[in-house]
């Protein structure tokens, strides 16, 4: 009986033989697949984050001058000492005097230089040296994105001063409420938490870009409702041009 031995050659359609003519198969090229941005580190960006101290009054107490104050947050926009936080945590002073920011372990003098009552914003200025801004973001919000909501909470059992962070997620953009019997257009909404002493702070993107500035968390009888509303940064960015 005779054997027929056949050999079969696979030939890979890449690769071409001397002689023969070029492989009809189209040429395979890599794809190029971009990487997602890292997440930011968020313990490098508390230094751009500062505490605000507002007195609010004094009196007499057996003998003893006693002084009450209020808090908030606030995060510096450029390398000279300008300052974005929430109007409204400046409203209970009109003596710059009485504004402190806490940075550092420094206590700096506060000069207001700007206010944009209409969208909740002002501006103060320290001297503080070079400073270390955050930045901020020029795309609209995404959506389900997530973001973290930083400031200082304002709690009697601290004894530190350092920001807190709270994770959440962007639940609503150009949201329109009722808030103290008057309308509020354009919000931020998310369900990340926003303290008492947190107004004025950053939300940031997951690559630490600031989005909004926190403004009020939604509650009902003193109970927070699982929502919290933010000052989209471009009522900054519209109101300064494109640079801070």
């Known amino acids: 009986?005779?054997?027929?031995?056949?050999?079969?050659?696979?030939?890979?359609?890449?690769?071409?033989?001397?002689?023969?003519?070029?492989?009809?198969?189209p040429e395979l090229k890599?794809?190029?697949?971009?990487?997602?941005?890292?997440?930011?580190?968020?313990?490098?960006l508390f230094d751009s984050v500062v505490q605000i101290k507002v007195k609010v009054g004094e009196r007499m107490q057996r003998g003893k001058l006693?002084?009450?104050?209020?808090y908030g947050t606030g995060f510096f926009v450029n390398d000279r000492g300008l300052i974005?936080?929430?109007?409204?945590?400046?409203?209970?002073?009109?003596?710059?005097?009485?504004?402190?920011?806490l940075h550092k372990g420094r206590q700096l003098q506060a000069r207001p230089v700007k206010t944009y009552r209409e969208v909740d914003l002002a501006c103060l200025l320290v001297d503080a040296g070079q400073t270390k801004p955050l930045e901020l973001s020029t795309r609209a919000p995404r959506l389900g994105e997530q973001v973290y909501a930083v400031g200082?909470?304002?709690?009697?059992?601290?004894?530190?001063?350092?920001?807190?962070?709270?994770?959440?997620h962007v639940a609503g953009a150009d949201r329109k409420i009722l808030y103290e019997d008057r309308p509020v257009d354009h919000l931020l909404l998310t369900d990340a938490f926003v303290a008492d002493g947190c107004s004025g702070g950053p939300l940031l993107s997951e690559q630490g870009e600031v989005l909004g500035v926190l403004r009020f968390n939604l509650a009902k009888d003193g109970s927070w409702l699982g929502l919290s509303f933010a000052e989209p940064i471009g009522s900054y960015l519209d109101r300064k041009g494109a640079k801070p």
């Open 84 to 101: 974005l936080t929430s109007a409204h945590v400046l409203a209970a002073t009109d003596d710059a005097k009485n504004i402190t920011v």
């Open 152 to 168: 200082f909470p304002y709690v009697d059992v601290f004894r530190d001063s350092a920001p807190a962070v709270s994770v959440g």
């Open 1 to 25: 009986m005779t054997r027929l031995l056949i050999s079969v050659f696979f030939l890979c359609p890449l690769a071409g033989c001397a002689g023969a003519p070029p492989c009809p198969c």
């Open 30 to 44: 890599p794809q190029v697949v971009q990487k997602a941005p890292e997440p930011a580190d968020l313990a490098a």
């Open 66 to 70: 006693e002084e009450s104050f209020e």
